[in-house]
């Protein structure tokens, strides 16, 4: 079956620090690979996807992740935070596409807190 | 939110009345998906619907049902509710009709849900 660890619960960083966020799957096939954001008390936004291709994929806000099949990672990277960062963050993984399989599975989340 | 309106936003209930929740896009997507986002357990899929009549379970469906007559109307329903389904339930949506793209979902505000 199709899983998403998160290994970071919550995450604490400095303002204008780097930032990477861990993210493993399990999937017997090519992985749709996703990040999400969610502010306090809003729903989830969409950062960035994999499907195939470069590795490496830039998302919204300055965000990039690098799949690496290797390793079954997808970890969500950016060079410098900024305070209006402070969210939880949802890696997923794409299970199937088209007819009757086409649902994302969640990891639990990791809280991220920006220090000024 | 891209088209998703969910109803009520708030609801407070008692334990072992029936609760149904609304989500109602006007995306004409063909898949709708009910998640329930919990405290150390990120979003766990509930149901979701491949099409007008056409729905499956997901990983927690136990205690939930759900109806789609129309491809704008979602409905999910606790025929009795229990404090255990506490929650906050969000609704997605993806792939227009006649798409063939990986399920990026698109979400709504969520409906916050306690069961006393």
């Known amino acids: 079956a199709q899983s998403v660890t998160q290994p970071d619960i919550h995450i604490t960083v400095s303002e204008g620090a780097s930032l990477e966020l861990r993210c493993n799957y399990s999937y017997g096939a090519t992985p749709y690979l996703f990040w999400y954001v969610q502010s306090p008390g809003q729903g989830l936004q969409l950062l960035l996807k994999?499907?195939?291709?470069?590795?490496l994929v830039q998302g919204i806000k300055g965000f990039e992740a690098e799949f690496k099949r290797s390793q079954s990672s997808f970890n969500l990277r950016k060079p410098s935070v900024h305070w209006s960062d402070a969210a939880e963050y949802f890696c997923?993984?794409?299970?199937?596409?088209?007819?009757?399989?086409?649902?994302?599975?969640f990891g639990t989340g990791t809280l991220l807190a920006v220090q000024p | 939110d891209a088209g998703i309106t969910q109803s009520p936003r708030h609801k407070v209930t008692e334990t072992g009345t029936p609760v149904t929740l609304r989500c109602h896009q006007t995306?004409?997507?063909?898949?709708m998906y009910w998640y329930r986002q919990d405290p150390g357990h990120g979003l766990r899929l509930i149901h979701y619907?491949?099409?007008?009549?056409?729905?499956d379970k997901g990983e927690v469906s136990d205690g939930y049902s759900v109806s789609r007559s129309k491809t704008e109307d979602f409905l999910l329903t606790l025929e009795s509710a229990t404090s255990s389904q506490t929650s906050v339930y969000f609704c997605?949506?993806?792939?227009?009709?006649?798409?063939?793209?990986?399920?990026?979902?698109?979400f709504g505000a969520g409906s916050r849900l306690t069961v006393l």
């Open positions: 994999y499907f195939s291709g470069d590795t």
């Open positions: 995306e004409n997507h063909r898949y």
């Open positions: 997605a949506i993806s792939g227009r009709e006649g798409a063939r793209t990986p399920n990026v979902l698109t």
């Open positions: 619907s491949y099409g007008v009549k056409d729905t």
């Open positions: 997923a993984v794409g299970a199937g596409y088209g007819g009757a399989t086409n649902k994302l599975i």
